[in-house]
């Protein structure tokens, strides 16, 4: 069964940094591209970042361009996005979601979410 | 940027037929996939690459794609299927990924 498990979410401040992480099982994860896609209280869903099986390919939003960075490690099954200079527009719930393996989506498998609150 | 349009809303009784509309520019070249969020859960895929059914969702979700405008339909609606729904795609370069802007199902 495929899971994913994400963690490291919390409040922060303005300018902050925070890295959020994402445990991944039931599939091997070195195969498949893998995705953040982000989701503002009361709000629709928005891509983040996305990254492929061997890091050949990062892609970021431009809203998070130079600001967020992904990255995976494959022996340890997991996904990270690491989170700097963040803003109170950044506050949202962040889901780890899995791709395909040629194919960034569809995203056929998602995490349950972890919240990010960036606040004073 | 890019962008993908879908009604905000769309209304139907128990066991009529309800189709949500996404619009795209690049939709021609583009598959599209769609997923169904319910309060307080993840979204889930229920339809991709247009047309296609994963395992497990119900066979009254179809999807369908003409020129730059790809639809969901959902025959013989239920209570449970009450949800908002976001049809999804990249833009032409097939790089960077785009979300609607979702349509809430209301089943009256």
Known sequence: EVQLVESGGGLVKPGGSLRLSCAASGFTFSTYNMNWVRQAPGKGLEWVSSISGSTDYIYHADSVKGRFTISRDNAKSSLYLQMNSLRAEDTAVYYCARGEMATIGPFHYWGQGTLVTVSS | ?108
């Open chain 2, 1 to 108: 940027s890019y962008e993908l349009t879908q009604p905000p809303s769309v209304s139907v009784s128990p066991g009529q037929t309800a189709r949500i509309t996404c619009s795209g520019d690049a939709l021609p070249k583009q598959y599209a996939n769609w997923y169904h969020q319910k309060p307080g859960q993840a979204p889930a895929l229920v339809i991709y690459r247009d047309s296609e059914r994963p395992s497990g969702i119900p066979e009254r979700f179809s999807g369908s794609s003409s020129g730059t405008t790809v639809t969901l339909t959902i025959s013989g609606v239920q209570a449970e299927d009450e949800a908002e729904y976001y049809c999804q795609s990249a833009d032409s370069s097939g790089i960077y990924v785009v979300f609607g802007g979702g349509t809430k199902l209301t089943v009256l």
